[in-house]
């Protein structure tokens, strides 16, 4: 449980600019038998002008060019007893591996992961624990870039794509927006509201049958990129995420204020700061266990660092996405 939180928040949640762009990059996804069915050539219209407003204004591009990644970390509870995390999360997205460094009231503790292995190191108890990186290891064509991912998708719509509907216009938050539909598979939709001017996603709602609805809102100043973006998750106690973003010259995010409410469990703060191609020493990424330490084993080491913060773990744990 505690290294799902390591990745579910920190590797995953905080690379905002990831996260948002890969909502409207991975649809349409739908089956095979779907393309070229009846296609809605309204909606694949609309659906390419955002494709291609998000390229342009959300400056993909400048990711794609950095092989790594770093974000610093700092995540804190609203109360002087909840929960409080430093951390560094290092991805090098071209040899397919990472790097977690917490401390606070999980730490100090590191987890190295890269294709074969992970490796947990827990300084202050001389212990450490290896095993194989299983769901953890970095797959294929990790880290590709969204580039990548958005000529897939227009690949898709360029051969029709039946799945994929135009609604009509409404209005959100202020400005006319087209809303288009899509159901990948039975009983699961995917809705986007694209405003009508810039072709930039205002809201985008996916609704999947036997799970809980998710809702994500967008709002711009003067650029076209996202100044604060506001997710809602129904959960057993629903969440709502608030992000407030800040961008580098080239448009990257370099910083992100982020504000986690859980129903009846309190509130959660993390400050977010970014650093595109961060150098780092040559074996930064590679674990060498520290003489003197001893090698536990990996259930046994993990069972005790969650045991030792399980009362502020608590907390936070309606953050952690669910695994279906």
Known sequence: ????????????????????ASLLVA?????????????????????????????????????????????????????????????NFVMDRAARRWRL????????????????????????????????????????GFGDGLSSQLTETRRRLDQGYGALRYVGEETVGGALTHRIEDTPEPGTTATFWIDAVTHLPRRV??????????????????????TRIEAYLEREHDIQVTASLRYDDVGRVEQIHV???????????????????PRVAPDFFNFSPPTGTQEVPFQQLLSGLVFAAAGKLAEILPLVPESR
């Open 1 to 20: 449980m505690l290294r799902q939180h390591f990745v579910s928040t920190f590797g995953r949640r905080h690379r905002a600019a990831a996260i948002v």
């Open 101 to 140: 460094d917490a401390g606070g009231d999980v730490g100090p503790v590191t987890l190295y992961v890269d294709r074969e292995q992970m490796a947990l190191h827990a300084p202050d108890l001389e212990q450490f624990a290896r095993q194989p990186a299983g769901i953890l290891a970095p797959a294929e």
């Open 259 to 277: 504000v986690s409410r859980v129903a009846d469990r309190g509130e959660i703060t993390s400050d977010v700061n970014v650093d595109w191609d």
């Open 205 to 226: 709602e996916l609704v999947r049958p036997g799970r809980k609805d998710t809702r994500i809102e967008f709002q711009y100043g003067a650029s076209p990129r996202p």
């Open 27 to 87: 649809t349409p996804t739908g089956v095979a038998a779907q393309q070229g069915a009846g296609s809605d050539d309204r909606a694949i219209e609309v659906a390419r002008e955002a494709l291609d407003a998000i390229e342009s204004g959300w400056a993909l591009a400048h990711y794609d060019r950095a092989q790594r990644v770093r974000a610093a970390i700092n995540a804190r509870g609203k109360s002087p007893t909840s929960i409080g995390i430093t951390s």
